[in-house]
């Protein structure tokens, strides 16, 4: 029973175009999410979060969006660049939960030059 | 400085066998946590120990067991070691647990092989 999905295993984007990554979640209890970026032989690293009370938050070229009634959050990287090419994963929290995530399988970005 | 850092990266062992991963965070941090990825990619959330106690014990065999000398160390025992142990396990800490999920650092994985 997997409560946070991202159903694009991966997805390929132009340097300086939109990058969108998708995840939905199930359980009605999260209220944190966060976003996780990972490059190979490396583990993740904090990326961009955002609290149920918010339905955007910006930091730079990234900007996560919630939408609670539909259980959808999406992570928006303009412009996309070759760095950003990784594995970005997504998390969901209850705010009480003594710090456990539950996260989703992945998405790999492929930036092209 | 590795924030967060754990040994050994790669380990390939027997089935049966018994072994040890070890993590340490030099950030000052709480709490440390262990995740495992598995063969379809989802890391999933074994333990969580605060100032040296047990928080989070998922549903994990108990042929894991994890060990806390101090806050800035969270090591992951495992006795018999079986074919469905193969994975990346994830040592991560966060300054706290209490409330709201903190930020969590990683360290970069170790690769755990079982023959």
């Known amino acids: 029973d997997q409560q946070v999905k991202q159903n694009s295993p991966s997805l390929s984007v132009q340097e300086g175009r939109i990058s969108i990554l998708n995840c939905d979640y199930t359980n009605s209890m999260f209220d944190y999410f966060l976003w996780y970026k990972k490059y190979p032989a490396e583990g993740p690293t904090f990326l961009i979060s955002i609290s149920s009370i918010k339905d955007k938050n910006e930091d730079g070229r990234f900007t996560v969006f919630l939408n609670k009634s539909a259980k959808h959050l999406s992570l928006h990287i303009v412009p996309s660049q070759p760095g950003d090419s990784a594995v970005y994963f997504c998390a969901a929290s209850p705010g009480t939960s003594y710090g456990k995530l539950t996260f989703g399988q992945g998405t790999i970005l492929t930036v092209h030059p | 400085d590795t924030a967060v850092s754990q040994t050994p990266k790669y380990l390939v062992t027997q089935m049966g066998n018994d072994k040890s991963i070890k993590c340490e965070q030099n950030?000052?941090?709480?709490?440390m946590y262990w995740y495992k990825q598995d063969s379809k990619k989802f890391l999933k959330i074994m333990f969580s120990?605060?100032?040296?106690?047990?928080?989070i014990n998922e549903t994990v065999p108990n042929r894991f067991s994890p060990k806390s000398p101090d806050k800035a160390h969270l090591n992951l025992h495992i006795n018999s070691l079986e074919l469905g142990d193969s994975a990346v396990y994830f040592c991560a800490s966060s300054q706290d647990a209490w409330g709201t999920a903190d930020t969590q650092y990683f360290g970069p994985g170790t690769r755990l092989t079982v023959l």
């Open positions: 950030l000052g941090h709480d709490t």
């Open positions: 120990y605060n100032n040296k106690e047990l928080i």
